[in-house]
């Protein structure tokens, strides 16, 4: 994600090193190539022209202060635009109403059904609400039964309407039909077109006079770039929508989109999708993208998801047992699927920072653990608890069970060992850390 922009922007940072002061011949380059880095990732050449005349105001005449040299103030200073160009900071949806209206609208293959499906799992799960799915794409059964699908991996009820080709009226009664039933939330998928047209501006906005929603959200494919922003540009016009959410961010996407619908429709960005995983659904945080675009990585966003697969216990719990060299198998098989729950791999790891540069052109595929998987899952339950018990025979068995061979299992037996060592020094040195602090309090 970014991947292009990133390196392009750094290199223009590299072009003021050496220089003890910002001034506007040695800035001239380096704002030249930050706007060809923009405009390169699809983003509208006046937008990229504009936000280089603000970079050069605020830069021109800074002097170097506390050691920082030209091209880190240059960094702070683009950051900080790149993200009040993308929004300043991140806006939450409405969801205050009983039962809270959402309207999903956008292009046909823009991602609008499988966002509904994820935020409907969001609401539920982070927010704890009761939402109700409404299929109201009356002219794709495709649709229908996707969402159909979707409503039941995420446990959450859909309401359809079989051979009803007026999404107007479907939208009405499925409201009906959550307030007795108890659903405080009703999304509402419509349907798309492959572009633009009179019928289906007139459909969507027939369904707003309607019901009118609480919040009105327009999904985006940002693989489109410049496109999905004259589209959205439309769409605000007729159903002047509360916000924009970007799917397929895990594509080949430049970033055009995100860094200039704000800027046209004056509408934030508020949430990103990833992949076609439920969980893959994140609250947009523009200084967190702009991290991410500048390779700072985006430590917060990881934390939050691991804290959102691990509770306090589990972690305590955890930590004595890798303390008292009691980790094993069964508990690596369970830290891997948390692993796998957090999102893609992938960017997973570009959240890291200086990692993510470090491994762009590493293919890290969500199947990386599988055969991990497969080769513990072949093991009994004593052996999992005790690693020692696996010799030649057991170990012959296990990969013939699991599809691998024995130098794998062999492999990933010696990385297991090595790895409980390491968990075991890493947690005596924290242990040694915490007891010499409550020593000095003390």
């Not at 989109?257 to 995983?277: C, D, H, M, R, W």
């Not at 729950?341 to 491994?359: H, Y």
């Amino acid at each position: 994600m970014f991947e292009n922009l990133s390196d392009r922007l750094e290199r223009s940072f590299k072009i003021l090193k050496g220089h003890n002061k910002i001034t506007e011949i040695n800035i001239a380059e380096s704002l030249k190539e930050i706007r060809r880095a923009l405009v390169n990732a699809d983003v509208n050449y006046k937008i990229a022209k504009d936000f280089t005349n603000t970079v050069k105001e605020k830069a021109l005449g800074q002097n170097v202060i506390n050691a920082i040299q030209p091209g880190q103030l240059m960094v702070k200073i683009v950051h900080d635009e790149l993200a009040l160009l993308m929004g300043g900071e991140a806006k939450d949806i409405n969801i205050s109403g009983n039962p809270s209206i959402i309207l999903i609208a956008g292009l046909q293959g823009s991602g609008k059904t499988t966002f509904s499906g994820k935020l409907a799992k969001y609401l539920k799960t982070k927010k704890g609400k009761n939402p109700l799915l409404v299929a109201g794409d009356v002219y794709r059964p495709a649709a229908i039964d996707q969402l159909k699908v979707l409503g039941e991996q995420i446990e959450v009820p859909v309401y359809t309407e079989e051979g009803n080709q007026d999404p107007v009226a479907i939208a009405k009664s499925a409201i009906k039909k959550a307030k007795i039933d108890g659903n405080n939330i009703v999304i509402i998928d419509t349907a798309g077109r492959l572009s633009i047209d009179e019928q289906m501006m007139k459909e969507i906005s027939n369904i707003k006079k309607a019901v009118n929603p609480h919040e009105i959200l327009f999904v985006v494919d940002s693989m489109t770039g410049q496109d999905a922003v004259n589209t959205a540009a439309e769409f605000n016009k007729v159903l002047d929508f509360d916000g924009v959410v970007l799917t397929k961010l895990d594509g080949d996407t430049r970033g055009g989109a995100a860094l200039s619908i704000k800027y046209v429709v004056q509408k934030p960005i508020k949430f990103v999708s990833n992949g076609e995983k439920m969980e893959a659904l994140e609250v947009f945080y523009p200084d967190r993208m702009a991290d991410r675009i500048l390779g700072m990585g985006d430590i917060k966003t990881l934390v939050e998801k691991a804290q959102e697969q691990y509770d306090e216990e589990q972690a305590k719990r955890l930590q004595k047992k890798i303390a008292k060299q009691q980790f094993d198998f069964e508990d690596f098989l369970d830290q891997i699927k948390q692993i796998k729950k957090m999102g893609n791999l992938k960017d997973l790891v570009s959240m890291i920072p200086g990692v993510g540069k470090a491994m762009k052109d590493v293919d890290i595929s969500d199947d990386s653990f599988k055969s991990i998987e497969a080769i513990i899952q072949s093991m009994t339950p004593a052996e999992r608890q005790n690693p020692n018990l696996l010799n030649g025979s057991r170990r012959a068995r296990i990969a013939k069970g699991s599809g691998t061979n024995v130098q794998e299992v062999n492999a990933l037996l010696k990385q297991f060992q090595q790895m409980k060592k390491m968990m075991k020094v890493m947690t005596t040195a924290g242990a040694k850390k915490k007891a010499k602090k409550n020593k000095k309090r003390r």
